[in-house]
């Protein structure tokens, strides 16, 4: 059995971390030991660690559910980096790159195979998984599993009956958000056994979220307002450029005491910036998304955004850096019309056009699957439009993806445009 000690050094040596962040170790025991695990932990305290780590003591390969093939690559290509050996198998990828990453599944050279859930229901795909020993399996974003939850996704739904083809190799679930009602239904759903919960995720009721719409040149002021009231203090203001930044520091610091914070800034000053924040000198960082990360102060009342972030999932991230002490708090997100154009490009990209989804969903059938790029192909789709359109048919439960490649239409009627247009609106 793996010591506590030998996990630390398996901590430096892979992944380069000094120590444990909060509440890592006694997941990573439990996991080791080969307990079912349930971790409810806020987003950027380090979930993937808690699965990785023992993934990698208990030797063998393990199985990584994700809900989206963005998170995905972008979790594999970070381990890639730090030498592990991970496959994925998705539809972004060609026929014979899946075949080739099932080929060093079964030779077991992969320390990590990522899927997207809908994968677990091809014929066979389980059965290929069982012909070796799974180390575990992670379930990452595992309130996707709950019709209570926010993020409802029915290929999540069917797991549970899945996974049992693959006991009784431990699974861990993982995420940020669950009520008490979605986690009695994670555990129930995946059939989680004699599970070790460790519950560390907390709804932020003492978070009040603010949007306000207001022209750029009006910002600076409102700002300056707000934060007069020294009750809305201390805070942290985030700019979308370091210039931005810059010039709102030096003038609320004719106020109060505030400071810029951003990469342009030599590290001794930035070290400074936050050594002051944290013990309350400096009362106001004004600063680009370079600050935040790993920032624990307990006390900030206010966050503000003078611009949209780039993301949900950052904005989420940096709004709960206000009020770790569970004294009320505010968010006030500030925007424009013109700043959800600078976003647009993204969004699209995470919601492609419904034309290019409907395309592709008259090009499927139930009948008859196709592979993907012969169907991109009879589309006349380049790469960059088909892919996230495709990806987004998949995610809405439209169309089906086989670990060859091959697609499918699943959906019943075209309800899903309506909840489509409502999230992209
Ligand atoms: P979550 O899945 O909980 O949202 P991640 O697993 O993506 O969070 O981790 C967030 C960040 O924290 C990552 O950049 C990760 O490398 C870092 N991290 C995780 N554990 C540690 C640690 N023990 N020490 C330092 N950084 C860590
Ligand atoms: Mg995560």
């Known amino acids: 059995?793996?010591?506590?000690?030998?996990?630390?050094?398996?901590?430096?040596?892979?992944?380069?971390?000094?120590?444990?962040?909060?509440?890592?170790?006694?997941?990573?025991?439990?996991?080791?030991?080969?307990?079912?695990?349930?971790?409810?932990?806020?987003?950027?305290?380090?979930k993937s660690l808690c699965y990785q780590l023992p993934a990698i003591a208990r030797g063998g390969t393990a199985l990584v559910i994700s809900p989206l093939i963005a998170l995905i690559d972008d979790q594999a290509?970070?381990?890639?980096?730090?030498?592990?050996?991970?496959?994925?198998?998705?539809?972004?990828?060609?026929?014979?790159?899946?075949?080739?990453?099932?080929?060093?599944?079964?030779?077991?050279?992969?320390?990590?195979?990522?899927?997207?859930?809908?994968?677990?229901?091809?014929?066979?795909?389980?059965?290929?998984?069982?012909?070796?020993?799974?180390?575990?399996?992670?379930?990452?974003e595992a309130h996707c599993i709950s019709q209570w939850g926010h993020d409802f996704r029915p290929d999540y739904r069917?797991?549970?009956?899945?996974?049992?083809?693959?006991?009784?190799?431990p699974v861990m679930a993982l995420t940020a958000t669950?009520?008490?009602?979605?986690?009695?239904?994670?555990?129930?759903?995946?059939?989680l056994q004699g599970v070790a919960k460790f519950i560390h995720g907390f709804r932020r009721t003492n978070l009040a979220v603010e949007v306000i719409e207001l022209s750029k040149p009006e910002r600076h002021a409102k700002v300056r307002e707000m934060l007069?009231?020294?009750?809305?203090?201390?805070?942290?203001?985030?700019?979308?450029?370091?210039?931005?930044?810059?010039a709102m520091a030096s003038a609320l610091a004719v106020e109060f005491p505030a400071a810029a914070y951003h990469a342009g800034l030599d590290a001794g000053t930035r070290e400074r910036v936050q050594k002051e924040f944290l013990a309350g000198r400096i009362e106001v960082v004004v600063a680009t998304v370079a600050f935040g990360m790993g920032i624990d102060k307990a006390d900030v009342r206010t966050v503000i955004h003078t611009a949209a972030p780039s993301s949900v999932e950052s904005f989420y991230q940096e709004i709960g850096r206000a009020g770790r002490d569970g004294k009320p708090s505010r968010s006030i997100l500030m925007y424009s019309f013109l700043d959800r154009k600078t976003h647009e490009f993204f969004l699209e990209r995470d919601y492609p056009p419904l034309d290019t989804l409907s395309k592709i969903e008259r090009g499927l059938s139930r009948e008859n699957e196709i592979h993907a790029d012969d169907l991109r192909v009879k589309l006349k789709m380049s790469m960059d439009e088909f892919a996230p359109a495709m990806d987004r048919l998949v995610a809405q439960g439209v169309a089906s993806l086989d670990y060859s490649g091959n697609v499918a239409l699943i959906g019943e009627d075209s309800s899903w445009r309506k909840g489509y247009e409502a999230q992209v609106n």
């Open 178 to 191: 669950a009520t008490t009602e979605v986690q009695r239904d994670i555990v129930l759903q995946l059939g």
């Open 1 to 46: 059995m793996t010591k506590p000690t030998e996990l630390a050094s398996l901590l430096h040596q892979t992944f380069g971390f000094a120590e444990f962040r909060a509440n890592q170790e006694a997941v990573c025991v439990a996991a080791v030991e080969g307990k079912d695990v349930l971790l409810v932990m806020p987003t950027g305290a380090g």
């Open 77 to 140: 290509a970070k381990m890639s980096a730090l030498g592990l050996k991970v496959g994925r198998i998705h539809s972004g990828l060609s026929r014979e790159e899946s075949r080739q990453v099932c080929r060093d599944y079964l030779d077991g050279t992969l320390q990590f195979l990522f899927i997207a859930p809908e994968r677990m229901r091809v014929p066979g795909f389980a059965a290929m998984l069982a012909k070796r020993k799974l180390s575990l399996i992670a379930i990452d």
């Open 228 to 246: 007069l009231n020294p009750e809305r203090r201390p805070a942290i203001v985030y700019a979308p450029s370091r210039k931005d930044a810059d």
């Open 158 to 169: 069917t797991l549970g009956q899945h996974l049992q083809a693959l006991r009784p190799t």
